[in-house]
C-alpha cells in the first residue's frame, strides 16, 4: 500500500519481531473486587508461578476502582449489568499476582461514570499496572499501550462491542471538550427473514410509519432493528448477521497496524457478549474482525465477555481465543450496590437482605452454570515472534463453592481439568483446532499439525 501526499510517498514501515524465547500468560475476564492474592498465592502455587514464568500476563479488567468514601462521582443510570466496584489498592494486588497490562474496553468501564473510569486509569498509573482501550478522549482510548520488555517491545491494543450507550470515548470538536470513555466498535445485529415474514413485517413498518419504522426495500426498519429479506429461508426461519461501523473499524485495525509498526510483538483485546453469554459460539463478525486485526499485524487475539470459553483458532500462525471465561468472579462480595441493583432484583433496599445475599441470588439465576467457573490460563509460547507452543492451565472458581470462595481461582483438579478439555475441544475443532489433555494441562494445535 502507497499514499501520496504531496511530494511525499508513504509506505507502511517494516516490522521487526520480538528476540528469542517470549511467553505470554493471557486471562479473560478479571471481575476481580478484593485482595485476594494472599489466599490465591497460599491455595493455587501453581497458577502463581505460572504467572510468574510468563514474560508479560494479561486479563480485561472488568471492574471501577474508587474510594466510595472520598468519590465525587455516582453510578450512571445504566450499567453493563450491575456496578460492580473495587477499591483501588486492587490494582497493586494484580500487580503482585504477576499482571502487566490489562484492558479497560468492556461495558462495566463506565459503570460509574467519567470521574469512575479516571479514578480507575489514574489507579492502574499509581500501580504501574499497563491499560489500553480507554481514555479521557477517543484517541486515547484507541491508541496501542506499550510495555519494554528486555526481548523487545510489546503493545496492546483493546476494544469493546458490549458497551453502554454513555460509554464511547469522543475526542474534542473546537470548543466542545472531549469525553472520557472506551474504545467502542460497534456492531448492528441484522436478521434475516422468509419472503412470508418480511412481508408482515413491512405491513407493520407501514402502519407505524416513522423515521425508525420505514420501507427499504430489501431491508425493512422496525423498532430500530433492519430486517433483510432472504428467500433461502423456510418460513418461519432466522439468519442473523452483523454490521460493523465501518469508520470504528479503519480507526481500530490503523491502531493495530500502528503498534505493529512501533512494537516487536501486538496484542490486540476484543470485549464481546454477542450475540449473548448462552451462546458457544462467537458472533458472526467476531472471527472477521480477528482475523483482520492479524491481517493488520496482531500476533495474539484475545477475546472475552460471555463469562465462559469459547473456540480456540491458530490463523496465520497466530492464536485466537473467542473466549477465555473469567479468571475471577467476585461479584457475590460486593459490600454496597446502588438502588437499582436493589430494583433489578425485585428486592426492597429496606428489607433484611445484605447484599452478599442478594448478588449470590442474582448470581444463582444468570451465572450458575459451571461453564461459568471452568477456564483456562493461556500460556501461548513465541520465538522469534513465531508460535511454537500453546499450553492451557485448566483453572476451577470454586464451581462447587457457595460462600466467598466462589469466583477465585485455582488450578482445576484433573475431573474438572478433563472436563474443560472436553468442551474446549468442541467448541475449537470448528476453527480447526485440537485440545489434548495429559498431565494436567491442555495443548492446542492446529488440526493440520496434530
Not at 479473560?28 to 510468563?54: F, W
Not at 460486593?334 to 441493583?341: D, G, S
Not at 457457595?402 to 472436563?419: F, K, L
Request: charge should be negative; include cysteine; proline fraction near 7%.
Amino acid at each position: 500500500m502507497e499514499l501520496e501526499v504531496g511530494d511525499v510517498v508513504v509506505r507502511p514501515v517494516a516490522h521487526e519481531p520480538l528476540e528469542g524465547a517470549f511467553t505470554l500468560a493471557l486471562v479473560g475476564d478479571l471481575i476481580y473486587l478484593r485482595e485476594a492474592s494472599p489466599t490465591i498465592v497460599r491455595r493455587a502455587p501453581e497458577l502463581v508461578a505460572a504467572l510468574a514464568a510468563a514474560d508479560l500476563a494479561f486479563g480485561n479488567l472488568e471492574t471501577t476502582l474508587l474510594d466510595l468514601e472520598t468519590f465525587t462521582g455516582a453510578p450512571q443510570a445504566e450499567s453493563g449489568g450491575t456496578w460492580l466496584h473495587a477499591t483501588p489498592s486492587i490494582a497493586d494486588d494484580l500487580r503482585t499476582l504477576g499482571f502487566d497490562l490489562v484492558s479497560l474496553a468492556n461495558n462495566h468501564s463506565s459503570d460509574w461514570g467519567a470521574e469512575g473510569l479516571t479514578s480507575t486509569i489514574e489507579s492502574l498509573d499509581r500501580a504501574g499496572l499497563g491499560h489500553a482501550g480507554a481514555g479521557r478522549t477517543m484517541r486515547a482510548a484507541r491508541a496501542p499501550r506499550y510495555l519494554e520488555l528486555p526481548n523487545g517491545r510489546v503493545a496492546l491494543v483493546a476494544a469493546t462491542s458490549t458497551f453502554t450507550s454513555m460509554a464511547p470515548a469522543a475526542d474534542p470538536l473546537g470548543s466542545v471538550p472531549g469525553r472520557p470513555g472506551v474504545s467502542a466498535l460497534p456492531v448492528t445485529p441484522v436478521p434475516r427473514v422468509g419472503e412470508e415474514a418480511f412481508a408482515a413485517l413491512r405491513s407493520i413498518a407501514g402502519s407505524m410509519r416513522s423515521h425508525w419504522n420505514r420501507d427499504l426495500g430489501e431491508t425493512v426498519m422496525l423498532l430500530r432493528t433492519p430486517f433483510r429479506k432472504d428467500p433461502s429461508l423456510p418460513p418461519g426461519g432466522l439468519g442473523l448477521d452483523w454490521r460493523v461501523d465501518p469508520s470504528a473499524r479503519t480507526e481500530v485495525l490503523r491502531s493495530v497496524r500502528q503498534a505493529h509498526q512501533n512494537a516487536n510483538f501486538v496484542i490486540f483485546s476484543l470485549h464481546t457478549h454477542e450475540p449473548s453469554n448462552d451462546s458457544l459460539d462467537p458472533a458472526g463478525f467476531v472471527p472477521a474482525f480477528a482475523r483482520d486485526a492479524i491481517d493488520a499485524g496482531a500476533n495474539v487475539v484475545v477475546c472475552h465477555g460471555p463469562h465462559q470459553l469459547r473456540g480456540i483458532e491458530i490463523y496465520r500462525d497466530a492464536p485466537i481465543f473467542y473466549s477465555l471465561g473469567n479468571f475471577a468472579m467476585m461479584s457475590n462480595t460486593l459490600e454496597a450496590v446502588p438502588r437499582e441493583t436493589y430494583d433489578s432484583c425485585a428486592v426492597d433496599p429496606h428489607a433484611d437482605v445484605t447484599p452478599a445475599e442478594m448478588m449470590t441470588a442474582r448470581n444463582r439465576g444468570a451465572f450458575g452454570g459451571a461453564e461459568m467457573y471452568e477456564s483456562v490460563l493461556a500460556l501461548p509460547r513465541f520465538t522469534d515472534g513465531r508460535l511454537v507452543d500453546l499450553e492451557l492451565l485448566p483453572l476451577d472458581l470454586g464451581t462447587d463453592q457457595q460462600g466467598i470462595s466462589r469466583g477465585v481461582p485455582h488450578v482445576a483438579a484433573d475431573d474438572v481439568a478433563a472436563r474443560i478439555a472436553e468442551r474446549l475441544h468442541a467448541l475449537s475443532e470448528g476453527f480447526g483446532t485440537d485440545i489434548h489433555f495429559s498431565g494436567g494441562r491442555l495443548r492446542a494445535t492446529a488440526t493440520d499439525l496434530a
